[in-house]
T-cell receptor, first 115, second 111 residues
Framework: KAGVTQTPRYLIKTRGQQVTLSCSPISGHRSVSWYQQTPGQGLQFLFEYFSETQRNKGNFPGRFSGRQFSNSRSEMNVSTLELGDSALYLC??????????????FGDGTRLSIL | DQQVKQNSPSLSVQEGRISILNCDYTNSMFDYFLWYKKYPAEGPTFLISISSIKDKNEDGRFTVFLNKSAKHLSLHIVPSQPGDSAVYFCAAKDSSYKLIFGSGTRLLVRP
């Protein structure tokens, strides 16, 4: 069974640009969450999507946005990039069922570097 | 305000011995707890979880213990193997779908 796939694996951008990251969840998983990992702040929740709707949002500025498609694939967009946006961006998927207590399974992330 | 804390940044144990990783939390609304293992350049790998209605869950060499009164959970790895060397994160969730992560503990298992 294929795992969570994130593309691209590495990305280099300059300040002021915008970027789109992609995530394909495990087949059958309908919930997709995004996290940012930095050395200073650790793993922080960005947002979560289910059935093309954002259900939860973390404490990030509006420059960070996302969407989910009908096939559960998700994209995350960051506009007006800042140096502090350099991080590993991780996507996780889970099978929601009727029980919200399901483990989230992570992809290997996209390493974003801002110059 | 850190809601999930892993106070030991690193831990070193001998191969074959027990590894005990600890995690404390402050939010009494957390109802589900998870442990993840992370190797460099890879995403976190799910290891084991426990619901707040239980106090122990076991899966092979991995056992998670939950002490709700102390707001403390621990991961026991027995016996420890060199391949277990990685960074371990504990995470917790409330009724929402977001996970709150600790800062991680780097485990080194010495041959």
């Amino acid at each position: 069974k294929a795992g969570v796939t994130q593309t691209p694996r590495y990305l280099i951008k300059t300040r002021g640009q915008q970027v789109t990251l992609s995530c394909s969840p495990i087949s059958g998983h309908r919930s997709v969450s995004w996290y940012q990992q930095t050395p200073g702040q650790g793993l922080q929740f960005l947002f979560e999507y289910f059935s093309e709707t954002q259900r939860n949002k973390g404490n990030f500025p509006g420059r960070f946005s996302g969407r989910q498609f009908s096939n559960s694939r998700s994209e995350m967009n960051v506009s007006t990039l800042e140096l502090g946006d350099s991080a590993l961006y991780l996507c996780a998927s889970s099978y929601p069922g009727t029980d919200s207590n399901q483990p989230q399974h992570f992809g290997d992330g996209t390493r974003l570097s801002i110059l | 305000d850190q809601q999930v804390k892993q106070n030991s940044p690193s831990l070193s144990v001998q191969e074959g011995r027990i590894s005990i990783l600890n995690c404390d939390y402050t939010n009494s609304m957390f109802d589900y707890f998870l442990w993840y293992k992370k190797y460099p350049a890879e995403g976190p790998t799910f290891l084991i979880s426990i619901s707040s209605i239980k106090d122990k869950n076991e899966d092979g060499r991995f056992t998670v213990f939950l002490n709700k009164s102390a707001k403390h959970l621990s991961l026991h790895i027995v016996p420890s193997q060199p391949g277990d060397s990685a960074v371990y994160f504990c995470a917790a969730k409330d009724s929402s779908y977001k996970l709150i992560f600790g800062s991680g503990t780097r485990l080194l298992v010495r041959p």
